[in-house]
């Protein structure tokens, strides 16, 4: 799902509860959506690179940034890296 494109049909349930259960409307929630899928998209380096810039912005040493991006971590979910069909049977059969 991109924000130019809308919902990909699998979220159309998604959408309709967020609809039905907020007070979003359906292109308010299609938007919550795809904000919440570009969040979990993000990589460890995209995170890293991220983080570090607005901690700088706010006037954290490397040191200090570098602290706390190392706290955080842990805490963060990111997306799965790209697995060939290689290495999903690798996983299944080893």
């Keep these: 799902m991109t924000a130019t494109t809308g919902p990909s049909p699998t979220f159309g349930e998604l959408?309709?509860?967020?609809?039905?259960?907020?007070?979003?409307?359906?292109?308010?929630?299609?938007?919550?959506?795809?904000?919440?899928?570009?969040y979990f998209d993000e990589d460890v380096p995209g995170f890293v690179r991220r983080r570090h810039r607005e901690?700088?912005?706010?006037?954290?040493?490397?040191?200090?940034?570098?602290?706390?991006?190392?706290?955080?971590l842990p805490h963060r979910r990111f997306s799965p890296p790209a697995l060939s069909l290689r290495q999903l049977?690798?996983?299944v059969y080893t």
């Design 15 to 38: 959408r309709s509860h967020l609809a039905r259960t907020t007070s979003l409307t359906p292109n308010e929630a299609d938007r919550v959506i795809a904000e919440v899928l570009r």
């Design 55 to 72: 901690l700088q912005a706010r006037g954290l040493r490397n040191e200090q940034a570098f602290a706390r991006i190392a706290e955080e």
């Design 89 to 91: 049977r690798r996983i």
